[in-house]
Structures are given as C-alpha cells and as structure tokens.
C-alpha cells in the first residue's frame, strides 16, 4: 500500500510542482481507485502521506487564530537602482562584508502561509494574517497539490521545521475560472436567476479561496503553493539547523525542491555586486509578462545565512533582504463618459468609462472615479486622452489627463445633485467628501437595506435570509421596505420549495417582529453612526420616533454621546420626507415606535456608565448591556472622560488602548463586571 501511494505522490509532483506529466489521466485515476480500495479493506494501514487524505469532505465552521514561530514580516521596498545601491551599502556596514553574494527570485503576487512540519509530516498551515498571528487553514492546505503532505526532512536532521511561501493562481489557470464562470452565467441568465461575479484578479481569488470553508471549493480553484524561505529548522533536541548545517539560501531552495516542493523557478544566484542585481531586476521587468505567474517585482536576498543573522531584522523587515518593484504599467485611452453608482450604504460613485485599453494582461473599460474631489484634482473632462496604471498591477487607476491632447470639445464633468437611482436630494456632510442619498426606498439600496432590517440585532425575523428576499424582491413581492409587513402566504405558498409550516413559520416571525422595541427599529432603519448602544439611548429621548423630525441639531447634541456626526446623521434621515412617510407606514401596519421604558430589577449600578470591547464570554454584548440597564446603570458608545467602566473580553483592541490612558476609568474583565451585580443585589 506505501508503494502504490509513493508512486501517486510521484506522478502528482510530475504534474503539480514539475508540470511534466508521465501517465495519462486514465492510468492515474486506475492507480488512484484501486489505492482508495485497498485503504477501505485494511483501513489500519493507510500510510500517513497517502494522497486520499487530500480529499477534504464538510465545512471548517470557524478558522482558529494560531501564532507564527517566527514573525512573518514585509519587505522593504526599493523602485530603482539607487535603491538597491543604498541597500547593498547599508549591509556591509552592519556585517563588515565587502564581497556579498545574493539570491534573486520572482516577488510573487499572491497569498503568503507558512508551513509546519514535524517528523516529516505537515502538521499546521497558516496563512499570514497580521505577521503575528494568522489563520489555520491546515484543512485547505491539504487539498493543494502542490504541497507534500509527506517530506523527508529527517534525511537531513531535520525534525521540526516552518517554511515560508505564496499562494499563487496561474495566469492561464484564472482564465480558464473566468470562462467557466461566463458559461455557468449563461445558463443563469436564461434560468433568471443572479448570476455570478467573475473574479477580480488572481491575487485576490488565491487570497480569499484560502479562507474558503468547503475545503472542496478550494482544491477546485487551481491554487498554487510556491516556497521560498526556511523560516527554521530544528533537530529533535531543539538545536537550529539554520546557518549551520545549512549555510546558504539557495542550497535550501534547492533542498526543498529535491523534497519535492514547488520552488520559485527562475532564481537566480549572483555573486559580482548590486551592478548584477540592478541588471537581472531590469531584464525581469521588460519580460515579466513572458512569465506564467503575475509578479510585481523581484526579492534580493543575502544568500549566506550568517550574514543574514549578523545583519538581523526591524521591527518591520529583515535588513538582508529588499524587493525590488516594477514600475507600475500604464495605458493611456479615452474618457468617453461617467456613470454613477449608487452602493448599499447610499455612497454615490462616479465611474470613467473608457474606451477599451489592455493593460497587464487586462482589458480595462471602467474605472472608478472615486468622488467628486478626485474629478477635480485630476481635471478630468469627458472626451480627455488620460492615463491609466494598475496600482500593484491589481486596481486600475486614472493617474491623469493629457491638457495638451485636447480638442476643444470636451466637457466638464458635473456631478449630479440628485440620486441616478431614486432622484432623492444627495447629501455630503462638511467633513465628508461622499455624497450620499439616504433615502429608505432607494431601488439601489433596497436588497442590502432590507437584509440589515430583518437581522438579529435589528428587527431579528427568524427565517428571513438573504436568498429569500433575493427571491421576493425578483417576484415582485417586496419593492419597499413596508411591504415585508404586507406579504401574503398564498403567494409564498406557490413557489417551488416551500410548505405550509415554513410559511406559517415565517409569517409567524414576521407578526413577532412587530413587538421589537423602537430601539430595534431604530438600528434596523441603518442610520449611519447610529448602532445598537446609540439606538437604545435615542429611543429613550422620545415619546415617539417621528419625534425626531422636530428636534434641533442642538437638542440632539445635548444628549450624552450623540456628537456632531451623530447628530447630523439624524437631522439628515428625519427631514427627509421619504423616510417620514416610510415610519408612518410602518407604524400603521403595527410596529412600535413608541418610547422604550426600562425595566430595572436593581439600581446597583445607577449613575454609572458602562462600555464593552471585545470578546464576551459567558454572554453576548447584547446581553451584558441589557444586565447594566436592568440594574440601573448606562450604556455609552465611545471611550470618553464620561464612561466609568470598561468591560474587556478577549482581543479587546483600540478601546482597551485609549481607556488605559484615562485615569478615571476602571477597566473590567467580564467576571469582575458580574461579581459587582452579584455582590451589590447581595
């Protein structure tokens, strides 16, 4: 059974990592079945690198956080020759060396991991995260071809060891994704149905496939595992390897690559000085494009691993090591027109189209504008010849327009007062530089508004997911937000998929939701500025939410915590008639609105004010903030000279930060909040 499995981990490294196939497809998958059937009759037996255990089945329901032996840290970046001659300076000062030998090799476009193995298996991959910590996506590891799930490290005293790589989609391999996702939209549309985004770029889609919870939808998306660094390599008494019995970078590169990993291909070792260097980093430059994979640029490293620890790190990057990055690639077109999108949250964009212009291997017709200050800066103007690049050869961007190719007939470019969607007012307030259109029953915002409003921390109707109101929406049945108070379970009833108990149910949830407090609408209407803390304290204020049209900006920010971008927030959504009328509406078919009355069991906590941060444990923060109501006390949003307490749970970050600095708050743990309502109530 090991041999029948060596000789399928062989051909998988001919055609993975090689790219040079010896057996043809029917011949493997032969081999293949009949190692799956030997492994259900003496399943004991089952070697540990078997390639079955590739085939990952069920959802990884959450990515544990997980440390990295080592920091995992950036590059510093250089942009032209001059660059790397400082670089080059600098590192003989540190280490006293005047003839240094480098290792040049691709800067890869991709999704950095790192990879542990232990006794000669694979035992943890994670991705980068933010250097320190990053995602355990062992699961998703395994499926990837490329990566051995067996190597044998111990032929060289190897017992532990992390390797560093990238994650990486082949040009032609994304493509290929691109076409097939074009024909299953071919089917969708003639079905009716939504259809699919087409990826982005291959950096993004190796990124966001890492983190893809069905194991199975990763090893269909083609990744790639390239590796490129011993991050450390220990024996089975701890002792490191690095720079002893391994002495340089590129014997390491070649060692893991004789293991049977995918390695950068086309490094290069260079041992006459920075001149060399600068040159191969030209030559890559021109010819990038000749190379499969996207690359932005090329990683000098020191090859010798004692210069490279006498020379030691910043707190940022290695100083033995550089990137080298290519010019960004620039296009110049026509700017034919401008649209303007209208995005979930009433953000208002306008976007360039152009005439079609490859660049990087990309035809490029639209491109975002930003927001009327970038129209300005750049001075742009319909009918303007304007150059394009690709930020980190990923997003397109207008780097300008070209004043002296005009023609005389052009036209400025006038950003509209009135939403394109719904033709409400937009508004930007002073210290923004997005307009917006607030209205409720804008059509382009209505879907993202309405999976908001049926939430759990706004109206909370259970059975209401986002697919459903997908599908009410294209039936017709829900074009404002009132209407979900309206539907009727006859009409439910006659879609394909659905009973009379679910029905029943949904409607039921649907009926429950109109008891929610007016807090709950309040989070639910997505005011901006306006969460589930600022909602309970707002709904406090007033007899009714309609009241609200009525107050000044003053009497608003006379309220605790209700700033000027809080306020402004308010005035904006209550003075528009839209959303007066949408709150009537919503009122007549049985919501409340009405002033929320606090129910307190105790009052040991009155007059003192209480902010949560971070991971709750043995509650929900909704939860907790209702326990600080109950016995008295106030929930405010912010860190401030006017908050007592603050509660922190796991991974508290900024707010924990800024309170630490305030002498007159007491900060918490979760525990010690619950013995003060334990031990006050007696």
Not at 63 to 70: N, P, Q
Not at 218 to 227: N, S, T
Not at 282 to 293: A, I
Request: glycine share 8%.
């Amino acid at each position: 059974m090991q041999v029948l499995a060596d000789v399928i981990n062989y051909h998988d490294w001919r055609y993975y990592v090689l790219s040079d196939p010896i057996i043809n497809d029917y011949d493997y998958d032969n081999l293949y079945k009949r190692l799956q059937a030997l492994e259900a009759k003496h399943p004991l037996l089952m070697p540990a690198d078997s390639p079955t255990h590739r085939v990952a089945y069920g959802l990884t329901e959450a990515f544990i956080t997980v440390a990295h032996s080592l920091p995992m840290l950036s590059l510093e970046n250089s942009y032209n020759a001059a660059d790397l001659v400082d670089f080059e300076r600098k590192l003989k000062e540190l280490t006293g060396e005047e003839k240094l030998t480098y290792v040049i090799e691709p800067k890869f476009d991709g999704a950095s991991i790192a990879l542990i193995y232990e006794n000669d298996v694979l035992v943890r991959a994670a991705t980068r995260g933010n250097g320190v910590e990053g995602d355990d996506i062992t699961n998703n590891a395994r499926v990837m071809r490329s990566i051995p799930l067996k190597a044998a490290f111990s032929k060289y005293g190897i017992y532990k060891v992390e390797l560093r790589g990238e994650v990486i989609i082949e040009k032609t391999v994304f493509e290929q994704m691109n076409r097939r996702r074009e024909d299953q939209n071919l089917l969708l549309r003639r079905q009716g149905k939504k259809e699919l985004d087409l990826f982005k770029n291959a950096r993004n889609t190796a990124s966001g496939a890492l983190r893809v919870k069905d194991a199975r939808e990763v090893a269909a998306r083609g990744l790639e595992a390239f590796v490129y660094q011993m991050g450390y390599a220990i024996d089975k008494n701890g002792k490191n390897l690095l720079g002893i019995n391994f002495r340089s970078h590129h014997e390491n590169i070649e060692l893991l690559a004789g293991l049977g990993f995918k390695t950068p291909g086309i490094e290069k070792t260079i041992t006459q000085g920075i001149e060399n260097v600068i040159s191969f980093c030209l030559e890559w430059e021109e010819k990038r494009d000749s190379f499969n994979y996207e690359i932005d640029g090329m990683v000098i490293k020191a090859d010798d691993l004692q210069i490279q620890e006498s020379a030691g790190y910043t707190a940022h990057h290695p100083r033995w090591a550089i990137a080298y990055k290519f010019k960004a690639r620039v296009a110049t077109t026509l700017l034919l027109g401008v649209d303007y999108q209208v995005g979930r949250t009433g953000a208002v964009t306008p976007v360039a189209r152009l005439e079609p212009v490859a660049l990087s291997g990309v035809t490029i017709s639209n491109v975002s504008l930003h927001n009327e200050e970038f129209i300005r800066e750049k001075n742009l103007r319909i009918g303007d010849t304007i150059t394009v690049e690709r930020a980190g050869d990923v997003i397109p961007y207008i780097t300008g327009s070209l004043p002296e190719k005009r023609r005389g007939d052009e036209q400025e470019i006038v950003f509209p007062s009135q939403c394109p969607s719904c033709g409400e007012a937009l508004i930007k307030p002073e210290e923004e530089s997005v307009w917006r259109c607030i209205n409720l029953e804008c059509p382009a915002q209505f879907e993202e508004k309405l999976i908001h409003f049926v939430s759990k921390d706004a109206m909370d109707i259970a059975g209401m997911g986002e697919s459903i109101i997908s599908r009410f929406i294209e039936q017709g049945f829900l074009s404002a937000l009132p209407d979900i108070y309206r539907l009727q379970g006859e009409a439910i009833l006659a879609l394909d998929g659905w009973k009379q108990k679910s029905v029943d149910n949904l409607l039921a949830g649907i009926e429950s939701s109109k008891k929610q407090p007016s807090s709950r609408l309040l989070v639910g209407l997505g005011i901006r500025h306006v969460g589930t803390t600022m909602a309970k304290m707002l709904a406090a204020q007033a007899d009714s939410l309609l009241d609200f049209q009525n107050w000044t900006w003053e009497a608003l920010t006379s309220i605790d915590d209700v700033g000027p971008k809080v306020a402004t927030s308010i005035m904006e959504f209550f003075h528009n008639e839209g959303n007066i009328h949408t709150l009537r509406e919503l009122e007549s078919l049985g919501l409340n609105l009405k002033r929320e009355e606090r129910s307190k069991s105790g009052t040991v906590l009155a007059g003192k004010t209480f902010l949560f941060t971070g991971k709750l444990l043995k509650m929900t923060r909704e939860e907790a903030e209702r326990l600080v109501e109950e016995n008295g006390g106030k929930n405010i949003s912010a860190v401030s000279t006017n908050l007592n307490y603050l509660v922190a749970g796991e991974k508290a970050g900024s707010k924990l930060a800024k309170a630490q600095k305030l002498d007159s708050i007491s900060i918490l743990t979760e525990d010690e909040f619950l013995a003060m309502i334990v031990k006050d109530n007696g």
